[in-house]
């Protein structure tokens, strides 16, 4: 069974930093594409970023592009979110998402149960 | 605003067929495969369509289609348990990102 356990979320005042952290089992980790998804308090999902297989290609929402860094550690079963020069509105629940390729396609496929950011002064 | 659109709230009957849409370009879903996503109660996602493959454990009431820059998913034979807010998703290969549509709130009468 897949298991995606998030990690590091909590209360950081603006301008601050996070290190979210996402263990992964139950499949083959360094197979499949990962990526974060967020959701703020009663709206929508919003992409966050992902990163490829090997980790060598990652991709951002404009919205974090230059503060927020995606890396994985393949021996670890580990994704990562660093999240730098933090801003009221990244406040969200923030989702590790396994995405494998499927059909051609990278699909995000496996959710894990979330982790809280607010930010807040 | 999102790069994808849905309706945002469709109902029916339990045993009716409904089917929500999402409508991109020929940036995102005229060029890759759609995911749909059903979020009951703010829990977390769960998926319920990749293309138009289900997962395992997601009933064959289910069903998807795409068709030029409009991605549909059909549930047939409403369930009460179905009622939750349904997302799809799908890549653009202009903004080089993931986009999601908005959401449709389902509700089951």
């Known amino acids: 069974e897949v298991q995606l356990l998030e990690s590091g979320g909590g209360l950081v005042q603006p301008g601050g930093s996070l290190r979210l952290s996402c263990a992964a089992s139950?499949?083959?980790?360094?197979?499949?594409?990962m990526t974060w998804v967020r959701q703020a308090p009663g709206k929508g999902l919003e992409y966050v970023s992902s990163i490829t297989e090997s980790g060598d290609i990652t991709y951002y929402a404009e919205s974090v592009k230059g503060r927020f860094t995606i890396s994985r550690d393949n021996s670890k079963n580990t994704l990562y979110l660093q999240m730098n020069i933090l801003r009221v509105e990244d406040t969200a629940k923030y989702y590790c998402v396994d995405t494998p390729r499927l059909n051609g396609h990278h699909f995000p496929a496996n959710w894990g149960q979330g982790t809280l950011v607010t930010v807040s002064s | 605003q999102s790069a994808l659109t849905q309706e945002a709230s469709v109902s029916g009957t339990v045993g009716e067929k409904v089917t929500l849409s999402c409508t991109g370009n020929?940036?995102?879903?005229?060029?890759?495969?759609v995911g749909w996503y059903q979020q009951i109660s703010h829990g977390p996602p769960k998926s319920v369509m990749f293309g138009n493959s289900l997962p395992s454990g997601i009933p064959d009431r289910f069903s998807a289609s795409k068709s030029g820059t409009t991605a549909s998913l059909t549930i047939s034979g409403l369930q009460p348990e179905d009622e939750a807010d349904y997302y799809c998703a799908t890549w653009d290969f202009s903004l080089n990102a993931r986009v999601f549509g908005g959401g449709t709130k389902l509700t089951v009468l």
């Open positions: 139950g499949f083959t980790f360094s197979n499949d594409a």
């Open positions: 020929r940036n995102n879903i005229g060029s890759y495969g």
